[in-house]
């Protein structure tokens, strides 16, 4: 099975490989020449990974998906959410995010939880998968791996950040890695119908 994976984030692209099926070929926008810079203008971290999905679906004849995902600080009224790749501005700068978030949070509650929604487009239907990941923000920046967020996000339960976290036990407990074993799960009982 082909499947079409709406993201020119090269970092998300092989976290997601990862996880695949040997039974699925995992396409990039990069595979499909598709060099469009999908909108993002939803208010909501669905609404978003609705829109990137229909926006492929219309240009594309091929099963896609896509995912959106905030990081949600309740102490901070839910942000940076979905502005969270452009919290610090349209440049879409990890650092400059983190550490924009880092000053916003000095002297406040650190709770935080990541979420990731994934749309799936296949003949005319759409399936949504949603994830979520809680945990805390670190006071400063640990571990080279990951990408985004992840050097100051530590999941509830594990002393280590994201970013210090091998690729496959951040997938096994992380947002993403939770919505997308739904959509394997989705996938593989199509296969075996």
Known sequence: MEL???THNPNKLIEVQAMMPAHVKLLSLADVLL???IPETADTIEGNAILKTDYITARMNYPVFADDTGL???A???E???YSARYAGD????DDNMNKLLEQLQGKDRAAYFQTVISFNQEGQQHLFTGECHGTILEDKRGDGGFGYDPIFKPKGYELS???MPLDEKARISHRGK???QLIDFLDRQVNK
């Open 35 to 37: 060099h469009d810079d």
């Open 162 to 164: 994201f970013a210090q």
């Open 91 to 94: 440049h879409k700068n990890s």
């Open 80 to 82: 940076p959410g979905v």
């Open 179 to 181: 919505a997308l074993a």
């Open 72 to 74: 949600i600080v309740p």
């Open 4 to 6: 079409l994976f709406a």
């Open 76 to 78: 901070l009224n839910g």
